[in-house]
């Protein structure tokens, strides 16, 4: 099974925007991952809306819109009308995780649900069947170009242990810190799903380093 690539638009050139994101048309990434930041749950601020209208425009692939606010489940419906195909909402952020999660479902995108460094995989026990997406923060949320977290792997196994049990489909996302140097060892592992920032737009030819990312792991 080959894994999927979503090149983080963080990243990329806001100056030039329409240019970055047809480079990620034209090259083997599978979706564009979208980081939407509060300054409240993170201490930071990236782009909203209009920004994700924008690149949708553009955009041929689907938009993984990782959402690092509060109060997720204020905006979904929103977030479905600027062209999110996969809407993640974080487990910290989400007393009422259920419910945001049903109606991210009703709005007709793929549910993910995102856990920071410090928070076990076993608090997705109860819902893990109803979601498409886990994404393991594998930094701590809030920049790009931080150093990968090495515990994260055995989040990973542990994740694998759940999807064998309740749900086969699940796809785990991992976002943060991946380079060339760890990408394989992430996929052995179990990630179906690599995020990429600083690696694929800080290279000098980031369309061959997301065909680099996308090779095929024995
Ligand atoms: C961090 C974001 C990431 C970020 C990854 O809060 O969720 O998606 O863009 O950037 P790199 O790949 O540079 O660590
Ligand atoms: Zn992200």
Partial sequence: MSHLIAPSV???DFNNLQRDAEMINNSQADWFHVDVMDGVFVPNISFGFPVIKALNKVATKPLDVHLMIVRPELYVNQFRDVG????TVHHEASPHLHRTIQAI???EMKAGVA???HTPVSVLEEVIADIDLVTLMSVNPGFGGQKFIENTFKKIADLVVLKNKYNQSLEIEIDGGVTLDNYEKLVQTGATVLVAGST???SSNPTDTIKALKSDVA
Avoid: G, Y
Wanted: hydrophobic letters at 60%.
């Fill in 200 to 202: 694929v737009f800080n």
């Fill in 84 to 87: 999110a195909a996969v809407l």
């Fill in 115 to 117: 856990l920071n460094p």
């Fill in 10 to 12: 963080l990243s990329a």
């Fill in 105 to 107: 479902k009703s709005a």
